[in-house]
């Protein structure tokens, strides 16, 4: 079973505050997807990432995809109080048939 | 539909009882995923559909849990006396495709199971 590990689990920061979330895996990914989580709703498709070294932007977040696809992140420029939510990376491997593996999730506070 | 579809929002049941949760999932979707999330933030695969038939079931604990995805209507995932720690959020997504070639996932909006 592979393993994806995110982190950091929790983060809690004050608005206008860069921060960036890590996703890693000691396997090549085919693809990465990740998703922002409310509380009583289902996630959230932000990005999909497939070709290493892609750099995606969705207005103040940028994601990007490692060289080897083994790790991604998400960064967030200067973060707003509706940022605040659970970010989750989650991978697909080509052995893996169609599932999705998640990572921990990375629960996000931003103060205003 | 455009969204994926889960019904009902909340259920409760007692120890022993049976549980069954609905998805309809995005019109033009082949696959069918059901994930359980427990813990708020510990996502499970259970168990994939390619239309009606199991594509991947490698995640369901086999002796409780039965799904099916029959034609013309809504998947279901059932649990045959559930336990406490069933008690979670049952989440279906639906995709065009495998994620493992590139296809997004789609999901809806859950189910809550509380088993007291």
């Known amino acids: 079973t592979q393993l994806l590990e995110q982190s950091p689990q929790f983060l809690s920061i004050q608005e206008g505050e860069n921060l960036t979330v890590y996703c890693n895996s000691s396997?090549?990914?085919?693809?990465l997807q990740w998703y922002r989580q409310e509380p009583g709703e289902g996630p959230v498709l932000l990005v999909t990432?497939?070709?290493?070294?892609e750099v995606k932007k969705l207005k103040r977040l940028t994601f990007q995809f490692g060289d080897a696809r083994k790790d991604s992140s998400l960064h967030i420029t200067a973060a707003q109080p509706g940022d605040t939510g659970l970010y989750l990376c989650?991978?697909?491997?080509?052995?893996?048939?169609?599932?999705?593996?998640f990572g921990q999730g990375t629960e996000l506070s931003v103060k205003p | 539909g455009e969204e994926v579809a889960q019904t009902p929002k909340h259920l409760v049941r007692g120890e022993g009882q049976k549980a069954k949760l609905y998805c309809a999932p995005i019109?033009?979707?082949?696959?069918v995923f059901w994930y359980q999330q427990v813990l708020k933030n510990e996502f499970k695969f259970l168990i994939s559909?390619?239309?009606?038939?199991?594509?991947?079931e490698t995640g369901m604990p086999k002796e409780r849990f039965s799904a099916k995805c029959l034609p013309n209507s809504p998947c279901s995932l059932e649990i045959q006396a559930t336990k406490l720690e069933d008690s979670a959020v049952y989440f279906c997504a639906s995709s065009q495709g495998l994620a493992g070639e590139n296809n997004e996932q789609f999901f809806g909006p859950g189910t809550r199971l509380t088993v007291l």
């Open positions: 989650a991978g697909a491997w080509v052995n893996q048939g169609g599932k999705l593996i």
């Open positions: 019109k033009g979707h082949s696959y």
């Open positions: 559909f390619q239309n009606e038939n199991v594509f991947d």
């Open positions: 396997s090549v990914f085919s693809s």
């Open positions: 990432v497939v070709t290493g070294g």
